[in-house]
């Protein structure tokens, strides 16, 4: 975590928390870079990963806007993971209501390096795979992207989600044990 202040250590969550509720854009950029994956993860686990992107930032923008009507500073992590949730399932209500072209459902993956050929076959796989993750239900979906596509670890989950260490561990062998047989009836490895 980076240091906000000048002088002593770093606060804690709810002490940065309090810091940007009075609206310390240093404080702020702080708990974007703590918890940008973990949103990322959540709006993945059911968007296409551009919409997971813009979704992402919207989802930042609104919530320094509202943080100071945030009445418990500790409840942030719940607070951001549940606008998260609510975010990606009124962008599905909206997209049912006007539907995408398929271009618009190929997620943009970057994929510096590779040929144009390589590049096109690590997206379609990407997108099956996720496609695959997403038979899952939430629990192990949200948990296997945070670790699998987020590469948080299992106590990096529990901290930001609220879930405790326990239950990460598992969601994420359950969520494995049910998806490698997707995978494998996918044809996928």
Sequence with gaps: MEQVSTTGPPPDLAGLVQLAQRGDRAAFATLYADFAAVVHGILL????????????????????EQLPELREPAAFPGWLCAAAR???????????????????????????????????????????????????????????????????????????????????????????ALLRPILAEAGLP
């Design 86 to 176: 609510n975010a990606s399932i009124d962008h599905l209500r909206a997209r049912r209501r006007h539907p995408r072209t398929s271009a618009d459902a190929l997620p943009e993956l970057s994929d510096r390096g590779a040929t144009p050929v390589e590049a096109a076959t690590n997206r379609d796989l990407a997108a099956a795979v996720l496609a695959c993750v997403r038979k899952l239900p939430e629990a192990y979906r949200e948990t296997l992207v945070l670790r699998l596509v987020e590469g948080l670890s299992g106590p990096q989950i529990a901290d930001r989600t609220g879930l405790t260490h326990g239950s990460v561990r598992v969601n994420l062998t359950r969520g494995m």
């Design 45 to 64: 686990a059911r968007c296409g990963a551009g919409e997971a992107d813009d979704l992402t930032q919207e989802l930042f923008m609104r919530a320094f």
